[in-house]
């Protein structure tokens, strides 16, 4: 579904009602960080509106964020709720999972919170992530499961419907799970791309997952 304005917009408002969903992933980051350094670079990969994005540095302040996304009307609504500094602004990229333009070994924590099923080749996207990832670097990445049953998958709509969400909205966040994957499926990937998977957060019959993983830092 090609995200409009009237998308983008709703997608915002819609989420702001879930605080706690940027909340806890961003607490996830803030443990996993620890011990790195005192300014660590995060990658929030598919960061939507940004609201992850005020979440990390109310934790993590002297963070440094890039955001990047591949629809502009998303980046330009991150722009307008990104969290009030005198000195900073969102660090917007335009693009996709399979082309991140920045340095190899260049990235401390990379978070992607259900992006997935919007990769196009997430094959390719692993070894993107891999690359910018620094040795010792870490995979957050929070999907959509495939395997969440489809009667429970209604009764989302049906919540969503009674929280106001539009049919824009509802439409968007179900088409997600067509192409979504299953735990064993990311493993594999992340197997094949030299990560290592550290721990998996939720059931194979959840509506989402979480998975840590680790770029190993291959000097002795």
Known sequence: ????????????????????????????IFKEITNEPKKPII????????????EI????????IFSLDAS???LQNAGKCYYKSDHEQINGILSIAENIPLKSNSIDILVSRFSLSYWKKPRKAILEINRVLKPGGKLILEALNKNFPKWKLFLIKIHMMINFA????????????????????????????????????GSDKDWKYKIIAIKPNLKK
């Open 1 to 28: 579904m090609k995200i409009n304005d009237s998308i983008a917009k709703g997608f915002v408002a819609y989420m702001k009602k879930y605080p706690n969903l940027y909340q806890n992933l961003a607490f996830t």
């Open 43 to 54: 990658l929030d990969l598919g960061s939507g509106p940004g609201l992850l994005n005020n």
């Open 57 to 64: 540095k109310k934790l993590m302040p002297n963070s440094i």
């Open 72 to 74: 502009i009307k998303m």
């Open 166 to 201: 539009s049919k824009n909205i509802i439409q968007y966040h179900l088409e997600a799970y067509k192409s979504a994957y299953t735990i064993d499926q990311i493993n594999k990937l992340l197997e094949d791309s030299d990560l290592e998977t550290m721990r998996i957060e």
